[in-house]
T-cell receptor, first 113, second 112 residues
Framework: KAGVTQTPRYLIKTRGQQVTLSCSPI?????VSWYQQTPGQGLQFLFE???????NKGNFPGRFSGRQFSNSRSEMNVSTLELGDSALYLC????????????FGEGSRLTVL | AQSVTQLDSHVSVSEGTPVLLRCNYS??????LFWYVQHPNKGLQLLLK??????LVKGINGFEAEFKKSETSFHLTKPSAHMSDAAEYFC??????????FGTGTRLQVFP
């Protein structure tokens, strides 16, 4: 069974641009969560989607948004990029929204110049 | 508030010596507890999980953890460290299996 796939793995953007990251969950998993990881703040929860609906949301500004498609694939978008948005963005999937174990992808490393 | 505390941000051990990574959770109704490992520039991989079955949980790569309700602890141990164990380790707690709370991580260094 293929694992969680995130694209792109690495990308470089400049301040003010926007970026879209993609996540394909494990087949059959309907829940997708997004996390931001930085050396200073550690792992921070962005949001979770289940069956195309946002179930939980972390404490991030509205510049961070996401969506989930009917095939459970998810995208997250960050608009008006800031230097502080440089981070490793991790996607994780699980079968349902009430099963604890998360399966993580390898992440998308975003650098904002 | 529900929380999880990893007591050490860095742990250094010599290869072949025991590993102990400490984790405490805030006391509430029965939690589910997990340990994840993250190697550099990689995602997180599940090492082991506790979900109210046996209190001693065995995971991958020789790791195990013991759930101690009286101490609200879920420490991760391994009898003999290997160089490949060098990584960051996260303790995670979930109280209603919906939201997961991550610890701040412990970086394990293994010296030859």
């Amino acid at each position: 069974k293929a694992g969680v796939t995130q694209t792109p793995r690495y990308l470089i953007k400049t301040r003010g641009q926007q970026v879209t990251l993609s996540c394909s969950p494990i087949s059959g998993h309907r829940s997708v969560s997004w996390y931001q990881q930085t050396p200073g703040q550690g792992l921070q929860f962005l949001f979770e989607y289940f069956s195309e609906t946002q179930r939980n949301k972390g404490n991030f500004p509205g510049r961070f948004s996401g969506r989930q498609f009917s095939n459970s694939r998810s995208e997250m978008n960050v608009s008006t990029l800031e230097l502080g948005d440089s981070a490793l963005y991790l996607c994780a999937s699980r079968p349902g929204s009430n099963t604890g174990e998360l399966f993580f992808g390898e992440g998308s490393r975003l650098t904002v110049l | 508030a529900q929380s999880v505390t990893q007591l050490d941000s860095h742990v250094s051990v010599s290869e072949g010596t025991p590993v102990l990574l400490r984790c405490n959770y805030s006391s509430s109704y029965s939690p589910s507890l997990f340990w994840y490992v993250q190697h550099p520039n990689k995602g997180l991989q599940l090492l082991l999980k506790y979900t109210s079955a046996a209190t001693l949980v065995k995971g991958i790569n020789g790791f195990e953890a013991e759930f101690k309700k009286s101490e609200t602890s879920f420490h991760l141990t391994k009898p003999s460290a290997h160089m490949s164990d060098a990584a960051e380790y996260f303790c995670v707690v979930s109280y209603n299996t919906d939201k997961l709370i991550f610890g701040t991580g412990t970086r394990l260094q293994v010296f030859p």
